[in-house]
């Protein structure tokens, strides 16, 4: 009776083996799955132009408006008032600055967009290491677990014979 025991105990323990194997293989997949989707994302943002994003696109556009109205209100006010050339030029030149702040802003947002990005990637890739480690950690104890078993069955059958 008790080697039958020890040989029903040992295909449980196999079966049971088997049966986590192949769940510990479904979530490596599925980690593996959510690293590669991770770094996508991380590429499709954070190595991207920003100036290309729409909101940036958005801001450049209403400048560009902006910018076409002013220059030709100071335009026909140059007309009427008879403003001189270095007149004209200060309005150029203040038109000008407009666009380097407005660049320098979007410069500046550009790379905060990215720092988030790259803060976002590094917890998402943290929490994908840290399963991961949990994942060992809980095979390690598993084969110990195995291994506890199989010397218990072993002991018991060896006991039932004597």
């Known amino acids: 009776m008790s080697i039958l025991g020890g040989v029903i105990g040992l295909g449980a323990s196999l079966f049971g083996g088997i049966k ?12 593996n799955k ?17 100036t290309q994003r729409a909101d940036a696109q958005n801001l450049m556009g209403q400048l560009r408006n902006t910018l076409t109205k002013q220059n030709k209100i100071a ?11 270095e007149q004209q030029a200060v309005q150029k030149e203040q038109s000008n600055k407009v666009v380097s702040d ?7 947002l550009g790379q905060q ?6 803060d976002k990637y590094l917890a998402r890739k943290d929490n994908i290491a840290q399963q ?31």
Do not use: C, H
Request: net charge positive.
């Open 34 to 50: 959510q690293n590669t989707e991770n770094t996508a994302w991380y590429n499709a943002n954070a190595l991207s132009d920003y």
């Open 113 to 118: 967009w990215k720092d988030r990005v790259t």
């Open 20 to 31: 986590a194997g192949k769940e510990r293989r479904k979530m490596d997949k599925f980690l």
């Open 132 to 162: 991961r480690m949990g994942m060992m950690g809980q095979n390690a104890q598993s084969y110990e677990n195995l291994m506890g078993n199989g010397l218990n069955m072993l002991t018991g059958s060896l006991s039932g014979l004597f």
């Open 102 to 108: 407005t660049f320098s802003n979007i410069g500046a």
């Open 75 to 85: 335009a026909n006010t140059a007309v009427v008032t008879g403003a001189t050339p």
